[in-house]
């Protein structure tokens, strides 16, 4: 039955004055119990490495864009799997400044136990957003000071190591990505050279120009023939309507007439075209040669002849048109030709077309990827003259960087819990711990022991309450009792403090 909570107070008194001598049982029992618990406790020390990420140097702004500084993503979680891995905690668990002589001729075992054990007590800490800490915690403080030493020395090498081969094998990577582009543009430029050597038609625009240009002279070409067959047919009406010969009447010269009458065509011929045309060639030749027959004629010895009455003679004007005819005809010859010539011309440029459009599928592709591989290529080379520059930075230390900007300190104390903190806990828990026994009893026990519980378990008002009464005989006696339990706990308290302050001040050890 639930104790009430006015009563308690009264009820653990009562209750530990009756027990005196189990409460100062069990205050010794817990007080050393603690005080031994403090003396077993695996105490341990720990010793710290602060380091520096150098991510603001100078060389940053100057080289932005021209190169890529190794950057490192939630750095202490990148350094507690470095400093984890199996190269770094291996050295360490070998090195005999560390562990002894024989720490480098361990079983494997042996040795799997130890890397487990330096993994278990290396810790890495942020601090900030440029700083995190490297601890390792160990029994020996001398040995915490040396391992985190090391750590940090192993940890900054081994950064400095992998920054450089990352940027090394970036460069090689890029570079060999380089030399395999040069091939296959150099492959592919030489298969577009063969190509065009062997297929010389010539590109689609230029057989379209070519096209264009024979049907254009095709065209040309018509018109002129249809202009000579039209100045054809008009001459040979014109020669029908003409009399081929002339009925020459008396002359004292036909010779003359004929002159005169050719010179009259001369002139008007002369009025429309240059002496160099060909009609008035032909006039003047026939001039000279009717000039020479009469010369002939009046030099003979029958000047009779000269004179002749109702002669028929040829008309100019017939043999004129008819001279005129058939160069026009000729014409008309000749541009049929040209016009045949230019459909075979425009037949072989059509089956050109048919070959350059079988090879454009082909030279599409060749050139297609030509492009795309100089594309790659181009870009590859500005890659790796980043690269470049970038190996050049981390091998001279430049970009993101690592320092100790605090070494290890010998540590001068325990981590966690120290001895004095179990001393000091051992003799309050051994003082409360009677108390909080009784305490915790009392809500547990059924019988009634004050008035309040009567009253709500029957339910019935309680009219009297009889106190306790002791003879003096009994008074005395339990006088004598707290009195000697009284100088045992203080004998037991000053044996307790005496055995904390000598183990504190090195006198136990």
Request: charged fraction near 30%; hydrophobic fraction near 40%; charge should be negative.
């Amino acid at each position: 039955m639930d104790m009430p909570l006015s009563q308690l107070p009264n009820e653990i008194l009562r209750e530990v004055r009756s027990r005196k001598w189990l409460a100062l049982v069990l205050f010794t029992v817990v007080s050393f119990g603690v005080l031994l618990a403090g003396f077993l406790w695996p105490y341990k020390y720990e010793s710290q490495v602060v380091i520096f990420v150098d991510d603001r140097n100078i060389i940053r702004p100057l080289m932005e864009g021209s190169a890529v500084t190794t950057q490192i993503n939630d750095r202490a979680s990148a350094a507690q799997e470095l400093l984890w891995s199996r190269s770094i905690m291996e050295t360490i668990a070998k090195d005999t400044a560390l562990f002894g002589p024989d720490a480098a001729t361990l079983e494997p075992e042996e040795l799997e136990d130890r890397i487990a054990t330096l993994r278990r007590n290396v810790s890495v800490e942020p601090r900030g957003d440029s700083y995190f800490s490297i601890g390792f915690a160990a029994a020996s403080p001398n040995q915490a000071f040396q391992v985190a030493q090391k750590l940090g020395q192993l940890f900054i090498e081994e950064t400095s190591e992998r920054k450089r081969a990352e940027s090394r094998n970036a460069y090689e990577f890029i570079d060999k990505q380089v030399k395999s582009y040069e091939q296959q543009l150099a492959s592919v430029e030489e298969r577009l050279k063969n190509f065009l050597s062997v297929n010389v038609d010539g590109t689609e625009s230029e057989a379209n120009q070519r096209i264009a240009s024979l049907r254009g002279q095709i065209e040309v070409a018509e018109m002129e023939r249809q202009e000579l067959m039209t100045r054809a047919r008009s001459l040979e009406g014109e020669l029908a309507r003409i009399n081929p010969m002339l009925l020459q009447g008396r002359s004292e010269d036909i010779y003359q007439t004929r002159i005169q009458s050719l010179q009259e065509q001369l002139d008007n011929l002369r009025l429309k075209y240059h002496d160099t045309y060909p009609d008035i060639v032909i006039l003047r030749e026939q001039i000279d040669e009717l000039r020479k027959q009469r010369q002939q004629a009046l030099a003979s010895e029958n000047p009779e002849r000269v004179v002749r009455d109702g002669e028929s003679i040829s008309n100019p004007v017939y043999q004129e048109v008819r001279s005129s005819l058939a160069e026009t005809r000729a014409s008309i010859q000749t541009t049929e030709t040209r016009i045949r010539a230019l459909k075979l011309l425009l037949a072989e440029q059509a089956r050109r077309m048919e070959r350059i459009q079988d090879n454009k599928a082909e030279y599409a592709e060749l050139t297609r990827d030509m492009e795309v591989n100089k594309e790659i290529y181009d870009d590859l080379l500005k890659r790796r003259e980043k690269a470049r520059v970038s190996m050049h930075l981390d091998v001279e230390g430049q970009g993101l960087n690592y320092r100790i900007n605090e070494a290890a300190q010998f540590p001068r104390g325990t981590s966690g819990p120290r001895f004095s903190t179990f001393a000091v806990a051992g003799l309050f828990l051994g003082l409360l711990a009677p108390f909080g026994l009784v305490a915790g009893l009392l809500q547990i026990d059924p019988r009634i022991r004050a008035r309040q519980q009567l009253e709500e378990s029957l339910g019935f008002p309680v009219l009297a309450e009889l106190p306790e009464m002791k003879t003096p005989y009994e008074k005395r006696r339990e006088r004598r009792v707290l009195r000697l339990v009284i100088l045992c706990g203080i004998a037991v308290a000053l044996v307790y403090v005496s055995i904390a302050v000598g183990t504190m001040m090195g006198v136990i050890a």
